[in-house]
């Protein structure tokens, strides 16, 4: 009985989502088969030292989707590091060419989180197991090859799921508070505004670093300093969920938007 109104519930939830929250297709046009292997073999792991738990006061993730790329992510990664600050980005394996992924390399040398956000971006809840598994060994593959570590988080495209999807993937599933930034229409203040308005300690802010966004380049110009200044810490996803004490359970069938999450979506 439970599962089937979860079901039902889920049907429901992600259709609102997609509709409202999710995330726009990336730029899946380059078809590069090429992949850039990870011959640079000097590039470690650097991936930030993990502080004890009592160490954290308040905490907060900021997220990118549907990198990388050779334009906007570029941007992103600068103005992180002119503020100090580390994010997680979750890429699209089709974005990953020989000249992404050193663009990637250098956000994972920077201590940021690379993550899962499918191959090629499609509605996964009209895919076979097959096929939802694909799209993400595709994705862990090529980021294992580019920074040598394999992602741990996963956010569906469109944050649109079904129960095959948790069955098959094997990552806890990233949603977050988003500025609908995927929108031109909304403009530089009003994604400030919109992430302002929804930050809260443990909280994972979803932004794109989508090519051309470069709104969103300049809105953290104002959205980082004015969460300092409020006394947060950004942090990775890993190290949010490390911060709040929430183990990183594969199996876990929540969207989390927060890290302490219980509910299926926050
Ligand atoms: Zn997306």
Known sequence: MKKVLKTILMGAVAFSLAMGVGCVTGENSSLEKESSKAEDSSSQNKRRQLR??????????????????????????????EHGIVASF????????DESAEVMK?????????????Q????????????????????????????????????PPYIAVNQTMFDVIDMPF??????EDYNNAIGV????????????????ILLHDMNGNVQTVEALDKI?????????????????????GVAIDPDSEIIYSYA?????YG
């Open 52 to 81: 004890d738990k009592s160490d954290y006061g308040k905490v907060i993730a900021l997220t990118f989707d549907d990198g990388p790329n050779t334009d906007t992510t570029p941007l992103v990664l600068d103005k992180l590091e």
């Open 224 to 244: 980082i300093p004015a969460l300092k200044e409020q006394g947060y810490e950004f942090v990775t996803i890993t190290e949010l969920f490390h911060a709040k």
């Open 120 to 155: 090629s971006h499609p509605d996964m809840t009209k895919m076979t197991a097959e096929e939802i598994k694909a799209e993400i060994d595709f994705t862990s593959d090529k980021v294992e090859e580019a920074v040598g570590e394999r992602p741990q988080f996963f956010r």
């Open 106 to 118: 250098r956000a994972y040398n920077m201590g940021c989180d690379i993550e899962n956000h499918s």
């Open 174 to 179: 990233i949603c977050g508070y988003g500025a």
């Open 260 to 264: 302490e999450q219980t509910e299926m």
């Open 90 to 97: 979750f890429v699209i394996g089709n974005n990953i060419t």
């Open 189 to 204: 203040e009003e994604r400030v505004e919109k992430v302002l308005a929804q930050a809260r300690d443990g909280g994972i």
